[in-house]
């Protein structure tokens, strides 16, 4: 022997670090030249001193120390009694309730040297020695895994996970739970690294858990949250746990239902990196079980049909690995239930959960449906985009996988007994994606789609989603073809154009952020509708637009302009115009509006009716005698009745807005005004041509445009009312003054020579008067004004030559060097 044992062990033993420290390194340099039997002789003698220097009160000792030890240990062959030496002294140094080794190198180098330990004691079959040392062993780990270093954490888990590895289940099932509580505080930890550790730690042990006490449900109850850990390989750990206990554990079928939900998480994580690691691990887990399952499961794989309406790009699970989640399905209430969780996240992640769930099962869920239906239906409309997209998409999965006949009807009652948005979108998702839908299914949902509940409410995803699924039912009842009735394809056509009208009626003057997506798709199933009975969308309107009015309701209470049946009504009347068919059943909605509601609800309808009037000879497409009856009719009823003065703002403003409808009927109804007009409106002109409103009197004037022949004494009050306009305040109105009398249309009676030549020296007399205050107007700085009158007078001078010349003549007397009417004679021969 090379080494001097004596002086060796007096040199561990002094008090001088470099002393120490020089036996130290001489002992590791040995260690790489002696033989095992000359190493065991030395480390026999000296191991005692090397374990006491675990205690020096130097560092750089201690930490040598162990490295020392380390060496004789990996040299030599396993030894219980210095086994026991070492783990009994880790103990002393960790395993006390007060740690007594400060530094937290060292504190590692001793788990590392723990478990250096047990691979060595497991690789070379010596797996009774740890049993006997597992006291002292999971006493030194319990204090580790509390550590406040990470790595000691961490290389304690490796421990946990080696020593588990070689455990007999019985001997080590009563140091379990002493394991658990700490690693359940490493759940927790701000390291992602150290959860990783922690859940990998805890899979292992759940290996030898006794499935009679709830120590493995407690144990998965507290990782689940993991799988919304913001880490993805912290995610992918708790679904190589998942794997591990569905290959291992002895009572795994018992605990199933407990256990995939890490798997299925994984399978629908967001990061690509967690699914490829986990799938090809499910499907071996899949094919176990199959194994394990043969003479069953080889029976239904037989008859285990391709699902014609898959979703694309979805990979269908193996028949085993279905077969497992179809035996598990008492979960789904517990994954439903955390879809109503506060937290976003969780209701994400139970939703993304339930997709895996129903992805897997497929038809054997169905039966399911009615305990998840108002779950999914709720999450559909979940405030956060994200969680309701997910929702939408189980939806979808469930239509396309769910046997229809078994779910249709329990799809409808749950729509029908709640009206409302989240059961609307869950039941589109699923009906537009299922397969075999029947007539009378599509015609069942036409009728609730007209009921007021869902086509008359103000909320635009509502709206859309009733629009969508009038779309869906059209579509699907082309795939029907030649087997629908000819009286049902009318029911169908009837109730989708009522649904979709009333929709687009109510977003039409709406400030929400998506009524143009609204009208659009509105505008679409118009025309298909009106392809589909091979008519013009202006035919379906003439056809069924009565129906839609019909739902024009409670006019006759009082009423504002923010109401919905006046937003309907308002909305219908701008969609569909005016129109032969329905005229008489508008006006009476009208006038019921007139009667009851409040002066905006008012302004807001007669606002539509001038607008849409400005279409009437394109709208009413009807021969002239009938569509002048039509609007004589619509005149005297709707709007005549707000020509007579009343006091107050808001009669002044009706008078202001059925001025403004009969001058866009001036111009929408150009041949039928020139009739109504004179007879409905000549007698209140003259009031209203002085109204104190500027709107008023500006529609006044510009409906004189377009006014038609009037009776000499009808018109005479008339036309001297519009000549006062020349010196009216506003300049616009001077301007259409100047310009329409010109236009003033006199019918002389022709019976009487007497009273012809009267009615014509009349008129004559106002052409002179008129004239006159042209002239004398003209002399005004008013550029445009000047434009107007010179436009007038020249039409006035070709049919009164020798009247206009008089009128120019005396005015040009009465003025003193006006050079705009000596300017105006060269620019109009007519006056010389």
Same mark, same amino acid.
């Given at each position: 022997m090379s080494l001097n044992m004596e002086e060796m062990c007096e040199n561990l033993q002094s008090g001088e670090r470099r002393t120490k420290l020089s036996a130290l390194i001489l002992?590791?340099?040995?260690?790489?030249?002696?033989?095992?039997?000359?190493?065991?002789?030395?480390?026999?003698?000296?191991?005692?001193?090397?374990?006491?220097?675990?205690?020096?009160?130097?560092?750089?000792?201690?930490?040598?120390?162990?490295?020392?030890?380390?060496?004789?240990?990996?040299?030599?062959?396993?030894?219980?009694?210095?086994?026991?030496?070492?783990?009994?002294?880790?103990?002393?140094?960790?395993?006390?309730?007060?740690?007594?080794?400060?530094?937290?190198?060292?504190?590692?180098?001793?788990?590392?040297?723990?478990?250096?330990?047990?691979?060595?004691?497991?690789?070379?079959?010596?797996?009774?020695?740890?049993?006997?040392?597992?006291?002292?062993?999971?006493?030194?780990?319990?204090?580790?895994?509390?550590?406040?270093?990470?790595?000691?954490?961490?290389?304690?888990?490796?421990?946990?996970?080696?020593?588990?590895?070689?455990?007999?289940?019985?001997?080590?099932?009563?140091?379990?739970?002493?394991?658990?509580?700490?690693?359940?505080?490493?759940?927790?930890?701000?390291?992602?690294?150290?959860?990783?550790?922690?859940?990998?730690?805890?899979?292992?042990?759940?290996?030898?858990?006794?499935?009679?006490?709830?120590?493995?449900?407690?144990?998965?109850?507290?990782?689940?949250?993991l799988l919304m850990d913001s880490m993805p390989l912290v995610r992918r750990e708790c679904?190589?746990?998942?794997?591990? /206990?569905? @290959?291992?554990?002895?009572?795994?079928?018992?605990?199933? *239902?407990?256990?995939?939900?890490?798997? =299925?998480?994984? &399978? !629908?994580?967001?990061?690509?990196?967690?699914?490829?690691?986990?799938?090809?691990?499910?499907?071996?887990?899949?094919?176990?079980?199959?194994?394990?399952?043969?003479?069953?499961?080889?029976?239904?794989?037989?008859?285990?049909?391709?699902?014609?309406?898959?979703?694309?790009?979805?990979?269908?699970?193996?028949?085993?690995?279905?077969?497992?989640?179809?035996?598990? /399905?008492? @979960?789904?209430?517990?994954?439903?239930?955390?879809?109503? *969780?506060?937290?976003?996240?969780?209701? =994400?992640?139970? &939703? !993304?959960?339930?997709?895996?769930?129903?992805?897997?099962?497929?038809?054997?869920?169905?039966?399911?449906?009615?305990?998840?239906?108002?779950?999914?239906?709720?999450?559909?409309?979940?405030?956060?985009?994200?969680?309701?997209?997910?929702?939408?998409?189980?939806?979808?999965?469930?239509?396309?996988?769910?046997?229809?006949?078994?779910?249709?009807?329990?799809?409808?009652?749950? @729509?029908?007994?709640?009206?409302?948005?989240?059961y609307l979108k869950c039941f589109y998702h699923m009906f537009a994606a299922s397969l075999g839908s029947k007539i009378d299914d599509i015609i069942r949902v036409s009728e609730m789609l007209i009921s007021s509940e869902f086509s008359q409410t103000l909320k635009p995803e509502v709206q859309l989603y009733v629009l969508k699924l009038v779309e869906t039912i059209l579509s699907k009842s082309d795939e029907v073809g030649e087997q629908f009735e000819n009286d049902k394809n009318e029911k169908l056509v009837l109730n989708s154009y009522v649904a979709t009208i009333k929709v687009m009626a109510l977003s039409f003057d709406s400030e929400q952020t998506n009524v143009v997506e609204l009208q659009d798709l509105g505008q679409y199933i118009l025309t298909k509708l009106a392809e589909r009975q091979k008519i013009t969308v202006a035919a379906l309107h003439e056809n069924y637009f009565v129906n839609a009015l019909n739902y024009v309701d409670n006019l006759d209470a009082s009423l504002d302009d923010l109401t919905e049946p006046i937003i309907l009504l308002n909305g219908l009347i701008n969609i569909a115009k005016l129109r032969a068919t329905y005229l008489p059943d508008l006006q009476e909605k009208i006038i019921l509006v007139w009667e009851n509601c409040d002066d905006s609800a008012k302004v807001k309808i007669f606002t539509s009716i001038s607008v849409v009037m400005l279409q009437w000879t394109e709208t009413i497409n009807r021969q002239l005698c009938e569509s002048t009856e039509l609007l004589t009719n619509f005149v005297s009823s709707v709007i005549e009745r707000h020509l007579l003065w009343h006091a107050g703002a808001n009669a002044e403003a009706m008078r202001s807005m059925a001025m403004a409808t009969l001058c866009a009927m001036s111009q929408g109804a150009v041949e039928e005004a020139r009739i109504v007009l004179p007879a409905c409106v000549a007698k209140y002109l003259p009031s209203l041509l002085e109204d104190r409103s500027v709107a008023t009197r500006h529609y006044s004037v510009k409906c004189l445009f377009n006014f038609g022949e009037v009776d000499v004494e009808q018109l005479k009050p008339i036309a001297y009312a519009t000549l006062q306009r020349l010196d009216d305040p506003s300049a616009g109105i001077r301007e259409l003054a100047a310009m329409v009398i010109p236009k003033l249309s006199p019918k002389f009676n022709k019976s009487k020579s007497e009273k012809e030549d009267f009615e014509h020296e009349i008129w004559e007399t106002f052409i002179r008067k008129a004239l006159d205050m042209m002239f004398l107007h003209y002399e005004g700085p008013e550029v445009c004004l000047q434009k107007s009158i010179k436009a007038s007078i020249n039409l006035l001078a070709a049919k009164y030559p020798e009247i206009c010349k008089d009128s120019y003549k005396r005015t040009v007397a009465m003025s003193y060097n006006s050079l705009s009417l000596r300017e105006l004679q060269s620019e109009l021969p007519l006056l010389i």
């Open positions: 002992l590791q340099d040995q260690c790489e030249k002696e033989s095992y039997a000359q190493l065991h002789d030395i480390f026999d003698e000296i191991y005692l001193h090397l374990l006491k220097c675990y205690s020096d009160r130097f560092e750089s000792v201690r930490e040598k120390a162990v490295q020392t030890v380390t060496e004789f240990v990996n040299k030599l062959p396993p030894n219980d009694f210095h086994l026991m030496n070492i783990v009994s002294t880790l103990v002393e140094r960790m395993g006390q309730q007060e740690t007594l080794e400060s530094s937290e190198e060292i504190r590692l180098l001793y788990i590392q040297k723990l478990l250096t330990l047990i691979q060595k004691y497991t690789v070379t079959g010596n797996k009774r020695s740890l049993q006997e040392c597992y006291t002292e062993i999971i006493s030194v780990l319990t204090k580790a895994l509390r550590d406040a270093y990470p790595a000691v954490q961490r290389e304690s888990c490796a421990c946990v996970v080696a020593l588990m590895n070689a455990a007999d289940t019985i001997a080590i099932q009563p140091f379990i739970e002493k394991l658990t509580k700490p690693l359940y505080g490493m759940l927790n930890h701000k390291h992602s690294l150290a959860r990783i550790s922690a859940v990998e730690a805890i899979g292992r042990l759940a290996l030898h858990v006794d499935p009679k006490n709830d120590t493995l449900s407690q144990l998965i109850m507290e990782v689940s949250p679904g190589q746990l998942g794997i591990l /206990l569905a @290959l291992e554990l002895r009572d795994r079928y018992s605990f199933f *239902d407990r256990i995939i939900p890490f798997i =299925l998480c994984c &399978l !629908k994580d967001d990061s690509p990196e967690v699914v490829d690691f986990i799938r090809p691990q499910w499907i071996k887990c899949g094919k176990q079980y199959f194994d394990e399952n043969e003479a069953e499961l080889s029976k239904q794989e037989i008859g285990d049909l391709p699902v014609k309406n898959y979703p694309p790009d979805v990979e269908r699970p193996t028949i085993g690995c279905r077969a497992i989640v179809q035996r598990s /399905l008492r @979960l789904l209430s517990l994954i439903t239930r955390e879809s109503n *969780d506060w937290k976003v996240n969780v209701r =994400l992640h139970s &939703l !993304k959960l339930l997709y895996q769930f129903v992805l897997h099962a497929e038809a054997a869920m169905t039966a399911k449906f009615f305990e998840i239906y108002g779950d999914v239906a709720r999450a559909c409309r979940d405030p956060e985009a994200i969680v309701s997209t997910e929702a939408m998409k189980v939806a979808d999965l469930m239509g396309r996988l769910f046997s229809y006949d078994d779910w249709i009807e329990h799809g409808f009652d749950g @729509l029908v007994k709640n009206t409302k948005e989240g």
